[in-house]
């Protein structure tokens, strides 16, 4: 009886997340000053590439100080690619209900794959609230050159690289990179610059215009690092580009120093906002868009070598690096282990800001409580696509649309194989409230 009265609570409060947003999503903080807000997406970069998550490859010293200054989640979780990511973010929709259920980077083949303007979009809401809006770095929700989308979700600049020129040939985004800035190809007043410093400069103009107004801004940085080609950065020793056409992937030695490039920039938002006077009033969120490239290897604690598991819907795949810096808001230093879904992002912007929701319905709830120390409202599952592939995971088990439930595992080790019931009577009770949320989230 008392086992079969907690299947029954845990169903409910399953149900009870299913297609809402946390009442927390919807009041504004007490502070009646709206806080700037800036959004900085790494592209490919998984928890074991930092330091601050037990990483050892790489020196990541302004990550390292964000989540010493803020508050780090150690169970944040994207999909396994790039576009439905970036449109689970932007739209607070999982794949199955904004439409872009896998990455499009064919101009034939993805032609009519896209994220439509009628989805929701953060951007416009924060500019209900009063917000200016920008983006720099990549977009990948349409095709540039074809449908242009970036205006109509609600951000009024944009320097964007466009993936391919009007005759369909690819572009490049590192070196003589190819952008298009509010409707303009800048490509040759840029020709000799690194493409991440010119996205970053633009951003931080931004930042600057509307410091000066006091007007508050939302600045979403997309960066362009370390996904590959892996070519030099300026700060690189070597400085031979191994890239002789546009669909070369470079040399993976080349890995580090972008992420250490990475690292830079994100310190010299940091030191912008410093020297500015405006660090205290400004929300400064970093997280990634999936997880690292599978031909890269990192190495995690004393013993442990980890391979990216970027595409695989794995924890190597989704798992990403969160931190959220606000200082005098959020303790310094501060850890959670929270389950935290991209969808999430959405309506946490929207508490922050004091924003609208939209009419339509988020999958996503707001986390803002667990930001400012209070325990809020937990998720108690996280979904996960990629194409036709989906899965519900809670902190012990995954379970697919194929009916296959698999144990979580440690990040360093195989996924687990499925529907072995090494524990039946838990296994099934884990089934039976995982396939409820599938069941109601539907299709």
Same mark, same amino acid.
């Given at each position: ?35 700037? #807000?800036?959004?900085?997406?790494? /592209?490919?970069? $998984? ?11 790489? +020196? %990541? ?124 190809? #800048?490509?040759?007043?840029?020709? /000799?610059?690194? $493409? ?11 930042? +600057? %215009? ?130 935290? /879904? ?102």
């Amino acid at each position: 009886m008392i086992r079969t009265q907690s299947l029954i609570t845990l169903a409910l409060l399953t149900l009870a997340m299913l297609f809402t947003v946390s009442a927390f999503a919807k009041e504004p903080i007490a502070d009646s000053r709206k806080p700037n #807000i800036v959004v900085i997406l790494a /592209d490919d970069l $998984g928890i074991e590439c930092l330091s601050s998550y037990g990483g050892q490859s790489h +020196k %990541t010293p302004n990550l390292d100080k964000l989540a010493a200054q803020g508050m780090r989640f150690t169970h944040c979780f994207s999909n396994p690619l790039c576009s439905p990511s970036r449109a689970n973010l932007l739209s607070g929709r999982y794949p199955f209900k904004n439409g872009l259920k896998e990455v499009i980077f064919d101009t034939k083949k993805h032609a009519n794959t896209y994220l439509h303007i009628d989805q929701p979009s953060f951007a416009r809401q924060l500019k209900q609230a009063g917000y200016t809006t920008a983006i720099a770095g990549k977009w990948q929700l349409s095709f540039l050159h074809q449908r242009n989308t970036i205006n109509d979700f609600g951000f009024d600049e944009y320097q964007c690289w466009q993936i391919f020129r009007d005759d369909n040939s690819k572009t490049r985004r590192f070196h003589t990179p190819h952008f298009n800035r509010n409707g303009e190809i #800048i490509a040759g007043q840029i020709t /000799d610059r690194y $493409g991440p410093d010119v996205n970053v400069e633009f951003l931080i103009d931004f930042i +600057k %215009t509307n410091a000066a107004k006091k007007q508050p801004f939302f600045a979403y940085y997309t960066c362009l690092l370390p996904h590959f080609p892996w070519v030099p950065t300026p700060d690189s020793e070597d400085q031979n580009d191994p890239v002789k056409k546009a669909t070369d992937l470079g040399n993976p030695k080349f890995f580090p120093d972008m992420v250490k490039y990475l690292d830079k920039n994100v310190g010299r938002i940091m030191q912008t906002l410093d020297k500015l006077g405006i660090a205290d009033d400004t929300v400064l969120v970093f997280l990634a868009d999936n997880g690292t490239d599978r031909r890269i290897r990192n190495k995690w604690g004393e013993d442990k070598t980890i391979p990216g598991g970027k595409g695989t819907m794995t924890d190597r795949g989704t798992r990403v690096p969160l931190i959220v810096r606000w200082p005098k808001h959020i303790k310094e230093g501060a850890t959670s282990d929270d389950l935290i /879904d991209f969808s999430d992002l959405f309506p946490t912007l929207c508490a922050l800001a004091g924003a609208p929701l939209p009419q339509e319905e988020l999958h996503g709830h707001s986390f803002l409580p667990q930001l400012l120390g209070n325990p809020g409202n937990p998720r108690e599952w996280i979904h996960v696509q990629d194409k036709g592939a989906r899965h519900i995971r809670n902190k012990q088990y995954i379970l697919n649309n194929k009916n296959q439930l698999r144990p979580v595992v440690e990040i360093w080790e195989d996924p687990a194989t499925p529907n072995q019931h090494k524990y039946p009577e838990k296994e099934q009770a884990a089934r039976r409230t995982l396939q409820a949320v599938f069941d109601n989230l539907g299709r």
